[in-house]
């Protein structure tokens, strides 16, 4: 049995695409790791001022240089 022109193509198609599916599921599980966020403790850096934002369950802290004063509708930024 012979395989026409455009079969082969197809299956070349298709090992391309499996053959790539392949390699970036291993780069995902080599490098999963450096993708991963893991918290820290809080630092205190001076110069360097964090604003809480609560969300009802978890508190973040932004940090930044600027003090931000969220005021409805409106936000103030102050420079250091």
């Known amino acids: 049995m012979q395989i026409s022109k455009n079969g082969r193509n197809m299956i070349s198609f298709i090992a391309t695409l499996t053959i790539g599916?392949?390699?970036m599921c291993f780069l995902l599980f080599i490098f999963h790791r450096q993708m991963i966020y893991f918290s820290t403790s809080e630092v205190n850096?001076?110069?360097i001022a964090y604003?809480?934002?609560d969300t009802g369950e978890v508190r973040i802290n932004v940090w930044t240089n600027y003090?931000?004063?969220?005021v409805p509708n409106q936000i103030h930024l102050k420079a250091y």
């Open 21 to 23: 599916y392949v390699l």
């Open 45 to 47: 850096v001076p110069g």
């Open 51 to 53: 604003t809480p934002l």
């Open 67 to 70: 003090i931000f004063r969220i």
